[in-house]
């Protein structure tokens, strides 16, 4: 008999309790054993209603350590008690399923190696988008091949205000509002729409796809506070749609990371993953392009997530502990590339007076910075205003060469405000 | 040291020892043992220009069941020396990887048994959907789940044809034409065309996801023959794609699995998957919908996805093997549904003589039939012909419904020809 303690009682932990007791039965024959929860423990379980009979419920999480329990579900979040539930679990032998991709992206250079050391499991399927079966595939189906690159689509709350932006015309606060109303953005939604969820995400799937420590500390992360709808508009206009990505690619011996805003052009399939969905874009030199494509964020999706661990663990051997932690390559080599250095098209939006001249003195500066204009529009006066939009998508520039760029153009006088800058995905990626 | 035999050097066994050989350390380090090609075997080896100095070479493909070969990788296809190679193989206590779908849609009831009873793998990620990782998601991922509907393209040869209609606006023939030229279909393209390919797909994955015997000899297929451009336009007109998809579905204690032509309304994800590409949908009561896209032939995805076997091969427990055949339910009790009794809501296109009075015969005859309209246009005569293409979409009816209704409408007066029908995809599936 297996027995499992669930830590964290929350949305995802009582989807996963749910989802656990329905299918037990198909769950314990899948598994080849039998299989329960034996305890749920969470900081406030008195004041959750929830009962069940051959249950046992603590309000005391490491409590867990001492049970009879061979295998720990952390649904806690956060690096707090989290982090020292799941330490202690390991070193105590246990096994651990997590759903928490702060924890794996901060801390799971440390966690992969005290799972190795102690021979004991360690799930974490449901840190990255969800149901999105991202993980198992990077683990076990694209283990033997050269990754190209990774992008991802993997904040659903950034994706349903863009989309809502883009779809239905909304700004920005009211796209936001009616995502918290829907359940889809947290009441402080920093995390989301500042873009450190998605970096947590590509952190751990650039861990897996290039056997590197957590790039999280070292990458570029960008929100989405600063898109605008007439933003979208020209993007459309233009043929594309703007999506929040998380990126990962490799170059010899340097990784690309970040976490930011793009233009998608509307042919490429990422631009039509709307709504909260989430998909994850991967290439590799023989298997060509893959995307997986599901729901990234909800305790249902979630949870199924964790539950597809638990047939993992009972399957596991401990050969399956180098898939996460085959860490001998030599990680110094393995560089996190300054995103002054990365190149990428960008998209300019800039408030320009209506006078003769303007045009040229912008294309001039930008000449001047040996960037080259590949498409752009000028638009009339939004309504109130004398100022006249210009849009611009650059050829390829390293992000220093741009700033410079805008930092000149910026301080022409009859050029209004700060520029907004958004960089164009490229179909390779 | 695991020595591996590979049977059947074409396209896909080519690509195999090509990416197995560049990245061999890798495969080792991943499996935890040294693994090498010990033996190719292909019945017309001598014509093939293959050198490899440590690698044994036959022409009599049997031979590798006497050899110290642990592991048997079928790429020769069909069901003939493939099948006796395999369950010879599996009765000498070899594992086996293999891309045949015929084989696993055919014979994989027996050969699950085989397997099992001797304890050996079998890997067939390769046989439906190539580097697409829908076999392994069906396994593991979403072993413990309730799967509501699996649809899928999974046939790139329909697929280029169908998007070359749609965007080049080429005629069927010109598209199949085009597609023999670049090597995606064969000189004898009845398998792909004809719907028999995906049949042996959606065969593989309704045993996977539903634990059943397969469907495939009582299914219903039909294939992309009748398609023309007109079609595509007209259905453009009502919002939708035509693709060919293959769909399995269990009610209770009945499974529907299909294969034919649909209608897909653009909004639908599964409308945007372009080109040879190959995507799978699934939904479950528990994640949702999930898609899976990549590509789904060609020799380099599929040497990958047989490349990913191995892995699988090395991690194996003879617990796995539950995941393939844990057939413990009573087979007797799924009925694969007959098409007859199968709702669906019809695209119908009618040609009429254009004369008073010929809309309200067709209506009538579908109304007396209890068969609704959901949509009609009429059009303009095509070039050089006097007969109007009258298009309609049903309500949804059981098959032997609508042909009944067909039968009457083709038998009046002012009707010309043959009615084409194509099923309209329900987004629910």
Chains 1, 2 share one sequence.
Do not use: W
Not at 62 to 86: F, H, T
Not at 340 to 366: H, K, W
Not at 373 to 381: R, W, Y
């Amino acid at each position: 008999m297996l027995k499992i303690a669930v830590c964290g009682l929350g949305t995802v932990g009582k989807s996963f309790v749910d989802h656990f007791i329905k299918y037990q039965d198909l769950i314990s024959k899948n598994c080849g054993q039998e299989i329960e929860i034996a305890i749920i423990a969470d900081r406030s379980i008195d004041k959750k209603k929830f009962n069940h009979d051959s249950i046992e419920f603590s309000s005391d999480i490491l409590s867990v350590i001492d049970s009879d329990c061979n295998l720990i579900i952390e649904l806690i979040g956060g690096c707090e008690i989290a982090l020292q539930l799941v330490k202690k679990a390991i070193q105590n032998k246990k096994s651990v399923i997590t759903a928490n991709k702060a924890l794996i992206a901060e801390h799971g250079d440390e966690l992969f190696e005290l799972s190795k050391k102690n021979k004991v499991y360690l799930g974490f399927e449901a840190a990255v988008a969800g149901a999105v079966p991202i993980i198992n595939s990077l683990t076990h189906n694209m283990l033997n091949e050269n990754i190209l690159s990774i992008s991802g689509i993997v904040n659903g709350t950034c994706n349903y205000i863009l989309d809502q932006m883009s779809s239905d015309n909304k700004d920005f606060s009211e796209a936001l509002k009616n995502a918290k109303e829907l359940g889809y953005a947290e009441a402080d939604p920093t995390f989301d729409i500042g873009g450190f969820d998605a970096a947590h995400k590509i952190s751990i799937l650039a861990m897996l796809a290039y056997n590197i420590k957590s790039p999280y500390k070292n990458m570029h992360i960008e929100g989405i506070e600063s898109i605008e709808t007439m933003d979208i508009d020209y993007a459309t206009e233009l043929g594309y749609k703007i999506k929040h990505i998380a990126l990962a690619k490799r170059t010899n011996s340097q990784i690309e990371c970040r976490a930011h805003p793009v233009l998608i052009h509307q042919t490429n399939i990422l631009s039509n993953i709307d709504g909260v969905m989430n998909a994850v874009s991967t290439r590799g030199d023989r298997f060509g392009t893959s995307l997986l494509y599901g729901h990234g964020a909800g305790g249902d999706a979630t949870a199924s997530a964790v539950v597809s661990n638990i047939s993992d663990y009972c399957n596991f051997s401990h050969k399956d502990l180098d898939r996460y932690s085959k860490k001998d390559t030599n990680d110094e080599l393995v560089n996190v590339m300054n995103i002054n250095d990365i190149c990428s098209q960008y998209y300019l939006r800039i408030f320009a007076n209506d006078v003769p001249g303007v045009m040229a003195e912008v294309t001039s500066t930008l000449a001047s910075h040996k960037i080259s204009i590949e498409a752009v529009t000028q638009h009339e006066p939004l309504k109130d205003d004398k100022l006249i939009p210009i849009v611009m998508i650059t050829n390829s520039v390293s992000y220093k060469s741009i700033l410079s760029s805008i930092n000149t153009i910026e301080s022409l006088d009859n050029i209004s405000g700060k520029i907004n800058l958004i960089r164009v995905f490229n179909d390779n990626d």
